[in-house]
């Protein structure tokens, strides 16, 4: 494995499983419930729920990106990866959603472990910048959303703080 390509999978890693610098994306999602999933604060700020939605759309469309391939899923706008704020009584449709994101997130890892450190360097299309850049962007992007499902759950009561051990 290359320097570059392990510096990518272990902040993969950290951003979704340990709790190193700031909670993981695990962390921010342990215990939440549909309701707490759906809730908005007074309809100002996106739900958990849709949060995550969109994280699953974005991660799946770099995953495209990288392999070269067309992703199915479309959307005329930013505003729609992140899709309605959820059903509270939903618990099924809930665990489905945080199912999903860990299946994408999981890809990513398996996609990622597959790129050597000349390939990072590859543009991912014609005229585009570097993989290292997208797969750069994503983790960050992804690590601010982490930050508001935190402060979403700080909002609710729900947050309990993070296991440092």
């Not at 604060?41 to 995953?63: A, M, P, T, Y």
């Not at 729609?80 to 199912?99: H, S």
């Amino acid at each position: 494995m290359q320097v570059v390509t392990q510096m990518f999978l272990d902040q993969h890693d950290m951003h979704w499983h340990e709790n190193d610098w700031f909670a993981s994306m695990d962390q921010a999602l342990h215990g939440v419930i549909a309701a707490e999933a759906a809730w908005t604060s007074s309809g100002i700020s996106n739900s958990i729920w849709q949060i995550v939605n969109h994280l699953i759309f974005w991660n799946e469309d770099v995953i495209h990106r990288i392999k070269g391939t067309e992703n199915q899923q479309k959307a005329e706008n930013n505003v729609e990866t992140f899709g309605k704020p959820g059903d509270p009584e939903d618990e099924i449709g809930w665990a489905r959603t945080v199912q999903r994101l860990n299946e994408v997130m999981n890809k990513l890892k398996t996609v990622i472990a597959d790129l050597d450190d000349e390939k990072l360097k590859a543009p991912y299309a014609a005229n585009r910048y570097s993989i290292e850049r997208l797969l750069s962007h994503i983790m960050m992007h992804d690590t601010y959303h982490i930050g508001q499902i935190v402060l979403l759950r700080k909002l609710q009561s729900s947050w309990g703080g993070v296991d440092w051990s």
